[in-house]
Antibody, heavy 118, light 111 residues
């Protein structure tokens, strides 16, 4: 059974940093790209970042490029999203998601809330 | 990069059917899309993929009341015999080599 479990969310001041983690199990981890998607309060889903199965390629939305860094440790089945220079508009629930065969999300984690506020 | 357009809201009566639309931007009419359901207060849930030719593959555990279809740049999610638990936000998603895109979502109200 596929499981994704996010952690690391919390309250942080503008300009601060936070690292989100996603623990994965139930599938051949290094075979699939992993992505992060966020949802601001009352808003829709917004893709944030993605990483290939090998970890050799990373991709970022324009809104977070240069501030967020995505990485993975295939020996531990973990994905990490390092978020720096956080802004109030980064406040959202952050979901870790698995890409399925052929592309597109085929499994979602439960999400972790990040609040950026002074 | 592709853009996905969805109506912001839809409504239908209990036991009836509803067809939700997701429209692909020009140049991406052949893209495969995925449909996701988000019930109030919950994480999204993947439902199915829909191809340009109309073929769809519903994930295990999703009731067969949910089906997909396609026409040109439009991808559809049809829900028949609407149940109260179908009241949710529905998002379409597509992707290319280095980006993932979500539509704005359709809020479905079951009357």
């Amino acid at each position: 059974e596929v499981q994704l479990s996010e952690s690391g969310g919390g309250l942080v001041q503008p300009g601060g940093s936070l690292r989100l983690s996603c623990a994965a199990s139930g599938f051949t981890f290094n075979t699939y790209a992993m992505i992060w998607v966020r949802q601001a309060p009352g808003k829709g889903l917004e893709w944030v970042s993605g990483i290939s199965g090998s970890g050799g390629s990373t991709y970022y939305a324009h809104s977070v490029k240069g501030r967020f860094t995505l990485s993975r440790d295939n020996s531990k089945n973990m994905v990490y999203l390092q978020m720096n220079s956080l802004r109030v508009e980064d406040t959202a629930v952050y979901y870790c998601a698995k890409e399925g065969p052929g592309g597109g999300v085929d499994f979602w984690g439960q999400g972790t809330l990040v609040t950026v506020s002074s | 990069q592709p853009v996905l357009t969805q109506p912001s809201s839809a409504s239908a009566s209990l036991g009836s059917s509803v067809k939700l639309t997701c429209t692909l931007s020009s140049g991406h009419r052949g893209n495969i899309i995925a449909w996701h359901q988000q019930q109030p207060g919950k994480a999204p849930r993947y439902l199915m993929k829909v191809e340009g030719g109309g073929r769809f593959n519903r994930v295990s555990g999703v009731p067969d009341r949910f089906s997909g279809s396609s026409a040109g740049a439009d991808r559809f999610l049809t829900i028949s015999n609407l149940q109260s638990e179908d009241e949710a936000d529905y998002y379409c998603e597509t992707w290319d080599s280095d980006t993932w895109v979500f539509g704005g979502g359709t809020k479905l109200t079951v009357l």
